[in-house]
Nanobody, 121 residues
Framework: QVQLVESGGGLVQTGGSLRLSCAAS????????MAWYRQAPGKQREFIAT???????NYADSVKGRFTISRDNAKNMVTLQMNSLKPEDTAVYYC???????????????WGQGTQVTVSS
């Protein structure tokens, strides 16, 4: 009952920037924290950043100072501004949220399908 759709991925050169967006839709009752993860080929899914309902943020050390997470509660949207991109940032980026539905009021973790980010040297 909750769908997350990522957008904004693509190919960029080292040092460039991209902005990822994720919109949640469906029979949403409440959304708590939203987050971004990424998964590079052959590697485990990695936490990138999270933002609370109140706007408090946390970042993985690998992206601190380069990435910025933000959200628009009115649009059920979370964004990830990525600057100073490196080849090591190449991965599929996934949007995540903890949300309850109008039907159940039970919180679950929901994932988007992912969007590819490729950083060339």
């Amino acid at each position: 009952q909750v769908q997350l759709v990522e957008s904004g991925g693509g190919l960029v050169q080292t040092g460039g920037s991209l902005r990822l967006s994720c919109a949640a839709s469906g029979s949403i009752f409440s959304i708590n924290a939203m987050a971004w993860y990424r998964q590079a080929p052959g590697k485990q899914r990695e936490f990138i950043a999270t933002i609370s309902t109140g706007g408090s943020t946390n970042y993985a050390d690998s992206v601190k100072g380069r990435f910025t997470i933000s959200r628009d509660n009115a649009k059920n949207m979370v964004t990830l501004q990525m600057n100073s991109l490196k080849p090591e940032d190449t991965a599929v980026y996934y949007c995540q949220c903890q949300a309850s539905t109008i039907r159940s009021h039970t919180f679950h973790v929901w994932w988007g399908q992912g969007t590819q980010v490729t950083v060339s040297s």
